[in-house]
């Protein structure tokens, strides 16, 4: 579980420190605050041996098309956009474990002569060419350094990893512009039902819907495979049919019960959710977490957001473990800093009338 998160130099964050984190993590704040550049730091942490590491985030964020250049895939995770910068993000977790990670670009001129001679005339061919990497290394104060090299060429992007091991904690990421296709929730829930354990999901479920009485990973003739539901009215029906909130929930809580111990990261977790049952999506999401020993780190612009969670969060050791987290620039605007709540500071300002968004 992690406890705090330091991350330096990465997109719009400079030394910027994120304490006090509990197992239920909300965060608020201005438009362009970089409430969404945390949760990428936090992925980018421990989805370190993906090749697609930095694209699948501009992926997220709509970005269809990158020239394959430094200063269009690389430069931009980079603070300002300058690649002479080094990234670095620490977390710390329960146990006082400490683990950080270096991100370095580096520039290199590769010369390759190679040697002719068909008919006894020696000759050489000068080959010149440029190599564009991010160097990772990962450093902790009782394991072995781990080195990774993110390499860009013609092809595309290689990932080298030199004595570098996963992490033991796995992550899921929900983006807020980009919705999981209806397959991937299908294959989710179909591996969740051999286990035995789709019955979970359907109980969390009818607490936003109480007519639904069965869910079936169905393949079509397509071989696409979709979520169905039985809500009583003689024949099932695609899920998403049911609305976007389902919808929603649906993944999210995909995301927490096959991801036990693990750390869930969702981007505007408002989306799509009526405001008027948000206090129950905070009801099921506390509760998936604390049974699954998963900890939620989500995004908000949504002050009914703020205060759903205060009264969806009813269980006691729920709301001890609740924080949140108001990121905001400093007057200057030079740095964005986070200032935490607890449960009972965030239900005491709302109460209050106080902004706290």
């Known amino acids: 579980m992690i406890k705090s998160v330091k991350i330096n130099n990465f997109k719009g964050l400079q030394n910027f420190a994120l304490k006090d984190v509990g197992r239920i993590n909300l965060l608020g704040g201005k438009n362009n605050a970089g409430k969404t550049s945390i949760l990428e730091a936090i992925f980018l942490f421990y989805d370190r041996l993906n090749p697609n590491m930095i694209m699948r985030q501009y992926s997220w964020r709509g970005v269809g098309e990158l020239a394959l250049k430094p200063e269009t895939v690389f430069a931009p995770i980079f603070k300002d956009y300058t690649l002479s910068n080094e990234i670095t993000i620490e977390v710390l977790d329960q146990k006082s474990f400490t683990e950080t990670m270096y991100i370095n670009y580096k520039d290199e001129v590769n010369k390759v002569i190679s040697v002719k001679s068909n008919d006894g005339q020696i000759r050489t061919d000068d080959n010149v060419s440029a190599s564009h990497s991010l160097n990772i290394k990962i450093k902790s104060s009782n394991l072995k350094e781990q080195k990774i090299v993110l390499r860009l060429n013609n092809a595309g992007i290689e990932l080298e990893a030199i004595e570098a091991r996963p992490s033991d ?8 512009k980009a919705h999981p296709h209806p397959s991937e929730n299908a294959v989710r829930f179909g591996e969740l039902d051999i286990k035995g354990q789709s019955d979970v999901i359907i109980d969390f479920l009818k607490i936003i819907e109480p007519r639904l009485k069965s869910l ?6 397509n071989n696409i495979s979709m979520i169905y539901g039985d809500i009583g009215i003689g024949t099932k029906i695609p899920l998403s049919y049911m609305g976007d909130g389902i919808s929603r929930l649906l993944t999210i809580l995909l995301a927490i019960v096959s991801n036990k111990n693990g750390v869930v990261l969702i981007d505007e977790i408002e ?11 905070w009801e099921v999401i506390s509760t998936a977490a604390k049974e699954y020993n998963c900890q939620i780190f989500a995004t908000t612009h949504s002050y009914e957001c703020l205060s759903a969670s205060i009264k969806g969060i009813s269980d006691s050791e729920c ?10 620039r400093t007057k200057q605007a030079s740095e964005i800093v986070s200032n935490t709540f607890n449960y009972e500071e965030l239900e005491s ?4 009338g106080w902004e706290v968004r």
Do not use: P, W
């Open 169 to 176: 904690i796995s992550a899921n990421f929900l983006a807020a």
């Open 216 to 221: 079936s990973s169905i393949t079509l003739s």
């Open 271 to 281: 989306n799509g959710i009526h405001y008027s049952i948000l206090d129950k999506l």
């Open 349 to 352: 300002a709302i109460d209050s």
């Open 319 to 328: 709301k001890h473990d609740f924080r949140y987290h108001r990121v905001e």
